[in-house]
């Protein structure tokens, strides 16, 4: 570990974040709006923004505090973002507000990506139909364009649901299960409060042992 990693060998090859980011950057996403940052840094790249979106929601995450929070720990995720980029949750979810027609738009298109590829019935945690739809000029065309319409209906009412989540998330604080304290969250300042807490823990148990002596009449 003395050189940076590199997160492609860390990645199965047959991981989902490969199609996903290969999708993405299929797509024409001239259209959304750009994604600037509020601390003056370079703005994230849309197509980014975008292949993390999907991929999170795909995978079951929509706050974006949890979204953030695995650009850090979440091998896959940190692979898609290049490794040292972190959007913030407040850079997400304007993404994602910003774009909202445009986005759901393309996750559709990655959905039926996926399926025209043959991809499973699911894609992460979404499922899609795994019939390809051959729109040719043949006698069947009618019923072929006819299968997509009612497929793309189908995704885009599967995109609303997963946004509409997004959107939920969003509205509650994200409970980690254990909340630090801000003045904690340094190490140092960490180490040095476990080590208080370690002393008044010993000062209990000491109490607790000198208690049970004097009943059990113990010098």
Same mark, same amino acid.
């Given at each position: 570990?003395?050189l940076?990693?590199?997160?492609?060998?860390?990645v199965?090859?047959?991981?989902?974040?490969h199609f996903?980011?290969d999708?993405?950057e299929s797509? !024409?996403?001239?259209?959304f709006t750009?994604n600037? +940052?509020? #601390? %003056?840094?370079?703005?994230y790249?849309? #197509?980014?923004?975008l292949?993390l979106l999907v991929?999170?929601?795909? &995978?079951? +995450?929509? #706050?974006?505090?949890?979204?953030?929070?695995? &650009?850090?720990y979440?091998v896959a995720?940190?692979?898609?973002c290049g %490794?040292? *980029? =972190?959007?913030d949750h407040?850079?997400?979810c304007?993404f994602?507000t910003r774009n +909202?027609?445009?986005?759901?738009?393309?996750?559709v298109?990655?959905?039926?990506l996926a399926?025209e590829?043959?991809?499973? @019935?699911k894609v992460g945690g979404?499922?899609?139909?795994?019939t $390809?739809?051959k729109?040719? /000029?043949? *006698? =069947? /065309?009618?019923?072929s364009? *006819? +299968?997509?319409?009612?497929?793309?209906?189908q995704?885009?009412?599967e995109? @609303?649901?997963? &946004?509409? $989540?997004?959107?939920?998330a !969003?509205s509650?604080p994200? !409970?980690? %299960?254990?909340?630090?304290p801000e003045?904690? $969250?340094?190490?140092? =300042?960490?180490k040095? *409060?476990?080590?208080?807490?370690?002393?008044?823990?010993?000062?209990?148990?000491?109490?607790?042992r000198?208690?049970?002596q004097?009943?059990?009449?113990?010098?």
């Amino acid at each position: 570990m003395l050189l940076p990693p590199d997160l492609r060998e860390w990645v199965p090859e047959d991981s989902m974040v490969h199609f996903i980011i290969d999708a993405v950057e299929s797509l !024409d996403i001239k259209g959304f709006t750009v994604n600037e +940052r509020g #601390s %003056g840094s370079p703005q994230y790249p849309p #197509s980014m923004m975008l292949a993390l979106l999907v991929y999170s929601y795909a &995978t079951g +995450r929509f #706050s974006s505090r949890e979204i953030e929070q695995a &650009t850090y720990y979440d091998v896959a995720i940190r692979y898609l973002c290049g %490794g040292d *980029k =972190h959007p913030d949750h407040d850079t997400i979810c304007d993404f994602r507000t910003r774009n +909202r027609a445009a986005f759901k738009e393309a996750f559709v298109k990655v959905l039926m990506l996926a399926q025209e590829l043959g991809h499973p @019935e699911k894609v992460g945690g979404i499922a899609i139909d795994g019939t $390809k739809i051959k729109a040719n /000029a043949s *006698k =069947h /065309a009618a019923v072929s364009y *006819k +299968r997509a319409e009612e497929m793309v209906r189908q995704l885009e009412l599967e995109i @609303e649901q997963l &946004t509409r $989540k997004a959107e939920e998330a !969003d509205s509650v604080p994200l !409970d980690t %299960g254990l909340p630090i304290p801000e003045e904690i $969250k340094r190490r140092e =300042h960490r180490k040095a *409060k476990l080590e208080e807490a370690r002393k008044v823990i010993e000062e209990r148990y000491a109490e607790v042992r000198r208690h049970h002596q004097v009943e059990a009449g113990l010098p």
